[in-house]
């Protein structure tokens, strides 16, 4: 395993802390399973140069379980 230098140790702690205000809490588990979910692309920005040419697609969602409840995410 590497090492980090003290600078880099502080950035990290402060990433870690403002993810637990993000989130609301610690990480404790992923529930089993994922669920589907499809993004559907709006016709009327269809010729947006970010979203011209694919069709609507489907993303796998996990979900996480904090202490402080239930979160989804997609990717």
Known sequence: MGTITPQQRDKLAAAVRGYHLLTGGKF???????????????????????IAGPDDFDVPQ??????RGLLW???
């Not at 588990?29 to 010729?47: K, V, Y």
């Not at 996990?62 to 202490?67: G, P």
């Open 62 to 67: 996990a979900r996480t379980l904090t202490e």
């Open 28 to 50: 404790v588990m992923h529930p089993p399973g994922f669920l589907g979910h499809t993004c559907q692309l709006s016709p009327e920005r269809a010729n947006h140069p970010i």
């Open 73 to 75: 995410a997609s990717w």
